[in-house]
């Protein structure tokens, strides 16, 4: 009997000895990504989770965010508002994540009260819509809004490409009306004149129709804002002769360089991932190119962690409310490119792109 | 000009459209059941004939591979759920809200399989055109037409024709009768589905040749189509057939005075329009 008790008390002390080697591992810091992964948004919604996988992993993989892993929860919005909705409150009352990475402009906006309600902080690396301006001050645009990109590739058509006659062809979305809109009243305020105008739905591919009526009324570029099914239109582009170069915003960068895009000209927010990390990024997922999703995503990913970390070193709890204010006392951030946020949505360069003989070049450069 | 060139493009979708009505039409005549799934079949056709291009097989073997697993899968359907529903004594609408389960499946295995990404059928020739005077079609739309007249003439020629045709037909219209006279009903409906199935593979692969593929695209395809089985009369091949080249013809023109958007709404308020007028549709059902 003593024997056994002896036992009893040797494993017992092995066993606490044990637990009390192991070094005690800090509780991970979890936020949220409502993403479109499924659905005719999910070749936008899968590259966006590589750039915020290939974020994480980094910010891990050098020590954490102060000493504490970083870890994501993933949910599908397939682009839907409503699915956005339950998502974001499947996030915060049931995973308690202080902080959303979203995805496309209907979600978002229909997010942005929530947001303001339960003090989430919603970041918005790549929904352009113009209400997302204003929607709510827990919203946070790191890139610049549709109407911000449109003023710049106005201004490039009617100045230096001499354009007076443009169509328009717009997804019937958040985003694809407010760049309607936008280019409406910047082209016409520019002294152009728009002289069709013509919707596609959200998940269709077939843009022929559109584009046959479009071109028949002579315009001497088209706008196009679609989110998906970028591959699809350029082929169809391809198909009908003769067919007026495309003018477009950040949206069309995946269509530059198709074969039917030459003489194509698009807005361009600027940044870069170093060679380093671009090279590291081509060789894990075995992709050509590191696109703008892949690379906007990576880059909110590192700006998130970064205000997480200065809340953390301030010695103050991960909260919606600490989040947004370190992030505007922060006010300027060094990633992919300067960032600068003197409101909700951030300062970044535009750049005008043009494709010549199958490459994207700056469209100075190509005069 | 524009209106000529739309007015084509209209007719060629409208092919698509009455093999997917027909097919849909002969499911629905000869089993009763309201097969919402064949949506589901007709997004299948697409992916399996990708996937066989994918790995290979030349484009025409890939689309009779992929007609080949339609059918399969077709029999599948009337085997593994809705003859064991009808045997428990089932009733129609629960075999519609299982067959809205089996499309809703169908569509995510799809997804999950291939990619819930638009897909390109990796064909050179997908994207050449082909110029008859004024008009400029896609190498696929030719296709789309050409295939779907052909489909549509093979299943004429069987419903009229052939004594398995004639055979359906009788099950068609009288189900107790054809029990007690030994047409083997149950026999029967899997065939109509496996042939069905077959034939909705051909536009479920030629138009996402043309526009690419997604899995979730199939069910506003089937609504538009389910007008034109209503509409050209029940039952009625030719009738739908042509129905459905109208819908495809009018949603197109329409655009030269409306906009894309309002297309849809378009026909469905004709749709009820003609069925407040003239219930039993414009052609007489068989």
């Not at chain 1, 002294?191 to 071109?215: H, I, M, S, Y």
């Not at chain 1, 590191?290 to 997480?308: C, D, G, M, P």
């Not at chain 1, 200065?310 to 991960?318: A, P, Y």
């Not at chain 2, 409906?189 to 030629?206: D, E, K, Q, W």
Request: charged letters at 15%.
């Amino acid at each position: 009997m003593k024997k056994s008790i002896l036992s009893v008390i040797c494993a017992s002390a092995l066993t606490v000895g044990v637990f009390a080697a192991r070094p005690v591992l800090a509780e991970a810091i979890t936020v949220g990504a409502i993403l479109p992964l499924t659905g005719p948004g999910a070749v936008v919604g899968l590259a966006e989770q590589r750039g915020i996988e290939f974020a994480v992993a980094e910010i891990n993989k050098s020590g954490g965010i102060d000493g504490r892993n970083l870890e994501v929860v993933y949910d599908d919005s397939q682009g839907k508002a409503d699915l956005g909705i339950l998502a974001f409150n499947k996030q915060v009352d049931l995973d308690g994540v202080q902080a959303i990475i979203g995805a496309y402009s209907g979600p978002t906006i229909a997010m942005a009260p929530l947001a303001t309600r339960k003090k989430v902080l919603v970041l918005n690396p790549a929904a352009q819509s113009d209400k997302l301006a204003k929607a709510s001050p827990f919203v946070v645009n790191t890139i610049p809004l549709t109407s911000d990109e449109v003023s710049v590739i106005v201004d490039y058509i009617t100045k230096q490409a001499k354009i007076t006659k443009a169509g328009i062809i717009y997804e019937n979305s958040a985003a694809g009306i407010d760049s309607r809109d936008d280019f409406t009243k910047q082209f016409k305020a520019a002294g152009g004149q728009v002289t069709a105008e013509e919707p596609v739905q959200f998940g269709d591919t077939n843009f022929r129709p559109a584009l046959l009526k479009v071109a028949d009324t002579a315009p001497q570029v088209v706008f196009v804002c679609i989110t998906q099914g970028h591959s699809s239109f350029a082929d169809q582009v391809g198909q009908q002769a003769g067919f007026p170069p495309v003018v477009a915003t950040t949206y069309m960068t995946v269509a530059m360089g198709h074969p039917a895009s030459n003489g194509w000209m698009n807005t361009s927010i600027r940044g870069a991932l170093k060679p380093e990390v671009e090279a590291e990024f081509k060789t894990l997922y075995k992709v050509d190119a590191v696109n703008f999703f892949h690379r906007e995503y990576y880059n909110s990913t590192k700006l998130l962690a970064e205000v997480i970390g200065n809340v953390l070193k301030n010695g103050q709890e991960v909260t919606g409310a600490n989040l947004r204010e370190s992030l505007f006392k922060t006010r300027e951030f060094d990633g992919i490119a300067k960032l600068v946020f003197d409101t909700n949505t951030a300062d970044r360069q535009v750049d005008v792109m043009k494709v010549v003989d199958g490459k994207v070049v700056p469209a100075e450069a190509s005069n | 000009m524009l209106l000529f060139q739309l007015f084509v493009e209209g007719i060629i979708y409208g092919i698509a459209l009455g093999i997917v009505a027909i097919t849909f039409a002969m499911v629905y005549r000869t089993t009763g059941i309201f097969h919402v799934a064949h949506a589901g079949i007709l997004t299948l056709g697409g992916y399996l004939s990708w996937y066989f291009v994918s790995i290979g097989v030349p484009f025409v073997l890939a689309l009779v591979l992929s007609a080949g697993g339609c059918a399969a899968v077709g029999v599948l359907i009337q085997k593994a759920v809705y003859e064991p529903i009808e045997r428990r004594g089932g009733a129609p609408l629960i075999l519609l809200i299982a067959s809205l389960g089996v499309l809703i499946s169908l569509q995510n295995i799809v997804a999950i399989l291939f990619s819930p990404n638009i897909l390109q059928f990796d064909l050179e020739w997908r994207t050449s055109t082909i110029a008859a005077g004024p008009i400029h079609l896609s190498t696929p739309q030719v296709l789309t037409a050409f295939s779907g007249i052909g489909v549509f003439l093979a299943i004429f020629y069987f419903s009229n024709h052939t004594l398995l045709g004639k055979r359906v037909k009788a099950v068609a219209a009288n189900k107790f009768l054809a029990d007690i006279t030994r047409l083997q009903p149950k026999r029967v409906y899997a065939i109509v589905l496996a042939i069905a199935s077959a034939c909705v593979a051909v536009p479920g692969t030629m138009l996402p040749l043309d526009q690419g593929l997604q899995p979730y695209t199939g069910i506003l395809i089937l609504l538009v189509a389910k007008i034109a089985v209503l509409a050209g009369g029940i039952g009625n091949v030719a009738g739908t057939f042509t129905v459905a080249i109208m819908l495809g013809v009018l949603q197109n023109v329409a655009l030269t005075f409306i906009s894309g958007q309002w297309t849809i709404a378009l026909t469905f308020s004709l749709f009820v329009a003609l069925m407040l007028f003239k219930p039993t549709g414009l052609f007489r059902a068989q």
